[in-house]
């Protein structure tokens, strides 16, 4: 497994549309297992996301602010790419169920051919199971609670996401994170 001075990196990668509790548990349980995990925000051309993918990492940034050793990062393209890129030696993926497995395995054995990095599932922890960015945003979508789904900085962000694909105008600025300017 390759290391990047002495130290053992894993990536966690996902859409983060939005970032739930439950992708903040897995990357907790990551670094008992790893030195630095890093939170890979990545695009899924499959998937019509809410948040661009600037929002969706400096919302993660600040989910995982308070975990030593995570850190957030846009993945630009190949994930195997970006597993060489930062001297990755697993990627760690979260499992709630059979489905989750039946998704999840093809892309690893993909990623292990294309890096020969390996992947680690770690079995999601029952009290979350039923959390999924996909019914976070469902919930918020029609007016339902979503705080104690989601990280308390990911609940302005994904209401004004909302309301503005409502109003139909697009995502603008940095307002959704409750910060001026242009996005990073």
Do not use: W
């Amino acid at each position: 497994m390759p290391y990047v001075g002495g130290v053992r990196i894993a990536v966690c990668p996902g859409s983060f549309d939005p970032i739930t509790n439950g992708h903040v548990d897995v990357v907790r349980r990551a670094l008992t297992m790893f030195d630095e995990v890093v939170v890979a925000v990545a695009t899924n051309a499959a998937k019509e996301a809410l948040l661009s993918a600037q929002v969706r990492a400096a919302v993660a940034a600040e989910a995982v602010a308070g975990l030593p050793g995570a850190r957030v990062a846009l993945v630009p393209g190949l994930l195997a790419d970006f597993l060489r890129e930062v001297g990755a030696c697993a990627v760690v993926k979260g499992i709630r169920g059979a489905s989750d497995v039946d998704a999840e395995v093809p892309m690893a054995l993909m990623n292990r051919y294309l890096s020969g990095v390996e992947t680690v599932f770690v079995a999601g922890d029952q009290s979350m199971a039923h959390i999924a960015s996909s019914m976070v945003k469902d919930v918020a979508r029609h007016g339902g609670r979503i705080d104690d789904l989601v990280p308390a900085p990911v609940v302005p962000v994904v209401r004004a996401a909302l309301a503005r694909r409502e109003e139909g105008r697009p995502e603008v600025g940095r307002s959704e994170t409750g910060q001026d300017g242009e996005r990073p």
